[in-house]
């Protein structure tokens, strides 16, 4: 699947990537929760997979094709590299367990919960929501300040990705994840300082992509900045004007966010020999 031509001053009729097919389509919505489910559950093992999660911390979720109201999010306390579809839970917005899960695990962690709820209610667009404690997200976190748009990777966050200076602890009040959404806005990331990175997206593959990618930008801006430090004469070049714009119009949109993270999932899918699924 390709975009129209793009045009910049510098690329006049630009040729468009071709991201391939469109996502899957269901006619039983039974099919589609089954679908979501599954590659949620795989999601979990790519964080795990490329050293995204931290202990118990951190949760993904997805909105439930039926229950439009409710979300799927991991148990607490399951490693991300051993998720199942089976060990999801389905919840509500106001925190109740509807369905899902197995004897023993029908708990989930309070702080997903209190974020998640208020980012799916308050975005319609925003099915998957992705929040981790992944280490140089942590790292750059600390630093309160936008994103330095150093590469062209990190252009697909060109005048979206927020940032949360205002850190209250521990995520357990609607009023903290309030501020939270409301710094978030229409963005498909946000950097919440002192804490790591939260990211969304009409699909788990494309939040998961533009995880991955924020996590990498926050590595090379804290390695640019470590490299540039003490000489004034050096100082970093970033991206801006057309040229950001440009890039973020041929790649920052979501099938192309998901495009970027089928590669991840078809790993897992190798490595597993499909296990998540069952």
């Not at 919840?91 to 962690?109: A, L, S, W």
């Not at 300040?145 to 200076?165: E, H, R, W």
């Not at 040229?243 to 089928?262: C, K, N, P, V």
């Amino acid at each position: 699947m390709t975009q129209e031509l793009l045009s910049s001053d510098s690329q006049p009729n630009a040729i468009p990537f071709d991201f391939g097919d469109p996502p899957p389509t269901f006619e039983d919505p039974l099919d589609e929760r089954r679908y979501i489910k599954e590659r949620l559950a795989c999601a979990y093992r790519v964080f795990a997979k490329l050293g995204l999660c931290e202990g118990a911390s951190g949760h993904l979720t997805v909105r439930d094709p039926i229950r439009k109201d409710c979300f799927w999010v991991t148990p607490y306390g399951r490693q991300f590299s051993l998720m199942r579809a089976s060990d999801l839970l389905l919840i509500d917005h106001e925190g109740k367990i509807v369905m899902g899960g197995k004897p023993g695990r029908q708990f989930y962690n309070i702080a997903a919960f209190v974020i998640h709820a208020a980012i799916h209610a308050a975005r319609p667009d925003a099915n998957a929501v992705c929040h981790s404690h992944s280490p140089y997200g942590k790292a750059f976190s600390v630093l309160a300040k936008p994103l330095p748009i150093y590469t062209q990777d990190g252009a697909v966050f060109y005048n979206d990705c927020s940032v949360y200076t205002g850190h209250g602890g521990v995520v357990l009040s609607s009023s903290e994840s309030a501020r939270i959404t409301d710094a978030l806005g229409t963005k498909k990331a946000i950097i919440l300082a002192n804490h790591g990175l939260l990211t969304v997206g009409e699909c788990i593959e494309s939040a998961t992509a533009w995880f991955i990618m924020l996590e990498n930008e926050c590595q090379t801006a804290l390695l640019v900045d470590a490299a540039a430090a003490g000489d004034p004469t050096n100082k970093p070049k970033q991206i801006t004007g057309a040229a950001a714009q440009f890039t973020y119009d041929a790649s920052g949109f979501d099938l192309a966010g998901r495009f970027e993270a089928l590669p991840w999932f078809e790993a897992i899918e190798e490595e597993t020999n499909g296990a998540y699924k069952l």
